[in-house]
């Protein structure tokens, strides 16, 4: 079978376009997250080049991220474990003192166009509409991190209608069985501001108290904006660690 050039560049080199159609494959869950993809020499069957083309292309998605190596078993679609991400940020501990998960509660959903600044990160058309998520996360019956989650209603549309209490804990496995999205990467930007009235109520802190907060868009492998994720804590529970080398 040869390279189906499904809108690729012929002009590129080889093992370019078949790293695209692999690419593509994974996009349209052909090859799902941590399911063994076809070995080296299937692939050359496959697409009918050289072991040595395919190896180059498999080597560029593993250096993106995209894939990944298991010594004695193959190689994988990579999935990105987001399941506590950001509670490197932010230090919960449990009245045990044990640091602690915060679960997380949907409280409202409503469709509206966004603000202009979270169109422009999901890069929506002139009046698309999202679906806005209210979320509390709660520790020990107390709000810990407040967040509003802004989603394509293009793309998540299954979600308009299903109850509130469906969503559980963790989003990003939630959208992938409902709506066959699968969150790959996301980018996330930090910045302090000062707790307003309604914030500062869920929160239980003194208005005007610092709050760290949390911009994040998520992208699927294509890089294309599935969820702008705004979250605010108090500060005194934010910390930040970087390792240098």
Partial sequence: MELSKRGHDERLPLYQQVRDEIFDNIQRGVWLPDVAIPTEAELTKHYGVAIGTIRKAVDTLVADGVLYRSQGRGTFVRRPDFSSSLFRFFRQVSADGKVSIPTGNILSRTLMLPAEHIARSLKFKPNEVAIRLERNRVLDNSVVLTEEIWLPESLFASLADIELTSFGNLLYPFYEKQC???????????????????????????????????????????????????????????????NIS
Avoid at 212 to 240: C, H, M, N, Q, W
């Fill in 180 to 242: 066959g999205l699968l969150v790959a990467s996301a980018t996330e930007t930090l910045s302090i501001e000062s707790a307003m009235p309604e914030t500062a109520s869920v929160l239980g802190i003194d208005e005007g108290r610092p709050v760290a907060v949390i911009e994040r868009i998520a992208y699927s492998y294509d890089k294309t904006p599935l969820e702008y994720r705004i979250s605010r804590g108090p500060a005194e529970t934010f910390r930040y660690q970087v």
